[in-house]
């Protein structure tokens, strides 16, 4: 038995020797991405420039199209997470050498459908935010009602956020959308997408008349600026977003 064992350790071992090294600039890649992704949704700005210059940085080591594409995607998604809809011009200069995926996705961002993505999207080191079979399946939602299934059927809170920013610069995400939107990044702490998202919340409750949501909206926003205040981050209200 002992021998068994020590056989089956030895195959294991012999194995994972096999498998060659991930290369440095490929784990740097994915660090910095990570870490700047939290910084970013957490709107500590000079952390989040820091370790995103150094994903670049590590991208372009290798001068890998579709890594620097998919840091300025991941970079735009965030946004789009914080109701900024738009372009990613900072993905144009790598679009040419990239795959069908990215540019699909960058066309995505924009406001144009997402029928284009596959299940690549997810793959790699750096996964663009929400799952394709939920892209079009928000795409497909046509009343305020399917969109807001559409979206609470995505159990990943980026996911979301970044599917209900496509779907607020679509017009297709009413109040309890926007609402849901609020609870998924107050949920996780997400000082920069909770800031836009109660500013869309407060300019809503106002155009609608609705005193007593304007009033809790605008409270919970205060209470979170003077909070990023207190704490050295920058929560400011994207522009667009407020009323």
Known sequence: MRRRLL???TLWLAGCAAQPPVPGWRLDLRQAVEQGRAAEM??????????WARAEQAARRAADAQALVRVALVRCALRLAAAQPGACPAAQPYLEDAGD???AYAQWLAGGPPTALTAAAQAGELALPAAPRALAATAAANGAAEALAALNALEDPLSRLVAGGW???AGRLDAAGVALMVDTAAAQ???RPLAAWLAVQLRLAEH???ADAAARARRRLHWLLQDAAQGGASAAVPPGSGG
């Open 167 to 169: 779907l607020w610069q």
């Open 189 to 191: 702490g997400w000082r």
């Open 7 to 9: 056989a089956v350790v």
């Open 42 to 51: 957490e709107a500590r700005d000079r952390a989040a420039a820091l370790h």
């Open 208 to 210: 609608a008349g609705d």
């Open 101 to 103: 995926v990215e540019r």
